[in-house]
């Protein structure tokens, strides 16, 4: 006891004086999930073991992150232990437990004493349990695991997991983290583990309960290192990469009035591509470490894609967009862009880094909402144009255009959406109800990416089957009211005598409804007599011309005099001739699709669907009904 007083007064006198050697104890390393406000102090066998003595708290280097304290010279030996103002609190080894007293022991030649503080006694500890180890690991193969516990060292000795008699290996590491990431790893970054198809795994990931020890018993898939295949999800999406550049020849081929919707197409499916290549490629860790911000390019064309698909849409069907008005639509693919500027120009290593420690993915999450709505808008926008270009399809023309592909484009890309709003929707309950969704979200994505990748096999499918689809009839021209004097310059029209007639539309710029009779005497005549419906692809400008009409007029008197649109109007004529052809001798052998053939229907669908909405019965209860009266 007299010892101990007696070192205490020497080092207090000996810290009074300045100038006189001294020796210097510097902490070069804390643990991590140290709080950073934390005081650390010295307590030993010279001040009683007092763990909160305010005379021996370290002060912090420059750095502000190591610590240090100036000893007297005249200290030969003492013991000592570090702690952060009790005894709760003190230091411990590698694994958190208590560790034996410090030594201290002055040698002349050295100054400075450099200690590494491994652990503290008060640190949480996660007890890790591997059940399950990859068929092909190496016999002697040392397994360790890393993590922000310990700056992510791939072969840190201490936490080597220990061979139990039942072949498991066991490991208790002790952190005061709230959240610990991890790998495990055979001693370096090359042999870490992997998911299943050899991929690179995400982090592992555990949130800290105070309230109890944390046991976690995990089976390795595989070793990154160990396992080089490509799985069967990453080969359907490089097929269709593949698959999108025999298109993009066939595309180009092409010569047909539609060039500019096309060559739209061709971009669509280029931009697709580098997107499957993208989300496929960065997966693996050699290209990640090469490249790793190909991660980037499939978040920049989600915002791309969708407003050129709209494009390619509007220039397919109805009109095309002026080029101010175009890049309008690309404002919210520039502010991603520039968003991602800074990550592009980064450090390669350093990005790989926030790859790794998850520091982008809230950035990944909020650009993916924004994707989401984004995508979800167009994908509405591009249904109206779409339900728009029917609706005044069936105004001039007399058959049903083949719009199949682009609906099923678009149930595709609905699809895709459902997928994504269930996983956003997943991610958020799983927050609220504290649930790991990391799995969910993984192959929600994929599966997003699978149906979306299935979009190139299906333009390739009617690109071959039926190249129609991009050779589209030149594009409908609308029908709006006009202005008089236009309409009075350009009228061709035969109308009759009366001038009253004449003198109403010429002043107006409209057709009276009670001067719609002899019109409609005059057109109902002469689809009578000249059959022009037999005609599959009659328009309306064609039948205007053979009436030598206004197509504006022989619009206005179409609907408002017979009260249909111009598509029933001729399918009502259709009709009726099928059914005065089904009774003739004719026709007796003939199928009744090709009796609707005959009178100028181009598909089985239209005549089925024009059957029934004209005569509340299908074509075979209308021929069961004939047969049955004979």
Not at 20 to 39: C, E, F, M, Y
Not at 68 to 75: A, C, E, K, R
Not at 222 to 227: A, G, P
Not at 293 to 317: C, G, R, S, T, V
Request: aromatic share 14%; hydrophobic share 40%; proline share 4%.
């Amino acid at each position: 006891m007299l010892k101990q007083v007696f070192y205490y007064l020497l080092l207090n006198f000996c810290l009074a004086l300045s100038g006189i050697g001294q020796r210097r104890i510097d902490i070069i390393k804390i643990p991590n999930g140290t709080p950073s406000d934390t005081k650390i102090y010295m307590a030993g066998s010279f001040n009683n073991w007092k763990s909160d003595d305010e005379r021996f708290v370290l002060q912090k280097n420059a750095n502000g992150k190591t610590y240090f304290i100036n000893l007297p010279d005249s200290l030969q030996k003492f013991e000592y232990k570090f702690t952060r103002g009790s005894w709760d609190m003190t230091e411990g080894n590698f694994n958190g437990k208590a560790r034996e007293n410090r030594i201290f022991k002055s040698q002349n030649d050295k100054k400075i004493h450099q200690v590494i503080i491994e652990s503290w006694e008060d640190f949480f500890h996660y007890t890790f349990i591997i059940n399950k180890l990859p068929s092909n690991t190496p016999h002697e193969a040392i397994i360790y695991v890393a993590g922000n516990f310990n700056d992510w060292n791939p072969g840190y000795v201490p936490h080597k997991l220990i061979k139990q008699k039942d072949g498991k290996y066991k490991l208790t590491i002790y952190s005061t983290l709230e959240k610990i990431e991890y790998k495990f790893t055979r001693g370096n970054w090359n042999s870490v583990e992997g998911r299943s198809n050899g991929k690179a795994l995400p982090n592992r990931i555990l949130e800290r309960k105070k309230s109890e020890d944390h046991i976690v018993e995990h089976e390795i898939a595989t070793w990154e290192d160990l396992s080089y295949k490509l799985s069967i999800y990453d080969l359907l999406l490089l097929f269709s990469a593949f698959q999108g550049i025999l298109l993009i020849v066939a595309l180009i081929t092409i010569q047909d009035n539609n060039q500019k919707a096309n060559q739209l197409l061709i971009l669509l499916i280029l931009v697709t591509m580098i997107a499957l290549l993208s989300r496929v490629s960065t997966d693996y860790r050699e290209v990640f470490q090469t490249f790793p911000k190909l991660i980037l390019l499939p978040e920049l064309i989600l915002f791309l894609y969708a407003p050129i698909f709209y494009f390619y849409i509007q220039n397919l069907l109805i009109f095309q967009n002026k080029f101010p008005k175009k890049l309008f639509h690309f404002i919210p693919f520039l502010l991603i862009l520039v968003l991602y500027i800074p990550y592009f120009m980064m450090d390669k290593q350093k990005f790989i880094d926030k790859i790794v420690d998850r520091e982008l993915s809230g950035i990944f999450s909020a650009v993916g909402a924004f994707a989401l709505l984004i995508n979800g808008y167009y994908w509405f926008i591009c249904r109206q144009v779409i339900d728009t270009y029917k609706k005044q399809y069936s105004h001039t023309h007399s058959f049903e255009q083949n719009l199949q592909y682009l609906n099923t484009v678009i149930f595709i890309k609905g699809l895709c959406l459902a997928v994504w709003i269930f996983t956003c929707l997943g991610v958020i309950g799983g927050k609220i109800l504290e649930v790991n969704t990391l799995s969910l979200v993984e192959r929600s994505t994929d599966s997003i990416w699978l149906v979306f990748s299935v979009i190139p096999y299906f333009m390739g499918y009617f690109a071959m089957q039926q190249p129609e689809i991009f050779r589209l009839p030149q594009q409908v021209v609308f029908f709006n009211p006009v202005d008089p004097v236009k309409v009075e310059e350009n009228l061709a029209v035969e109308l009759p005598t009366e001038s009253i007639l004449k003198d109403n539309f010429i002043n107006t710029g409209e057709v009276e409804n009670e001067n719609l009779q002899p019109l409609k005497e005059k057109i109902d005549a002469y689809m009578s007599s000249q059959k022009p419906y037999i005609n599959p692809k009659l328009t309306l400008n064609e039948l205007a011309d053979s009436l030598n009409m206004n197509a504006y007029i022989l619009s206005k008197v179409i609907n408002d005099g017979f009260n249909k649109n111009f598509f029933d109007f001729i399918n009502s004529y259709r009709i009726d001739e099928f059914k005065q052809l089904l009774q003739t001798s004719k026709y007796q052998n003939y199928t009744l699709l090709s009796i609707a053939f005959e009178v100028g229907f181009n598909s089985k669908t239209a005549f089925n669907r024009s059957f029934k909405k004209l005569t509340n019965k299908t074509p075979s209860e209308y021929f069961n009904e004939v047969r049955g009266k004979e």
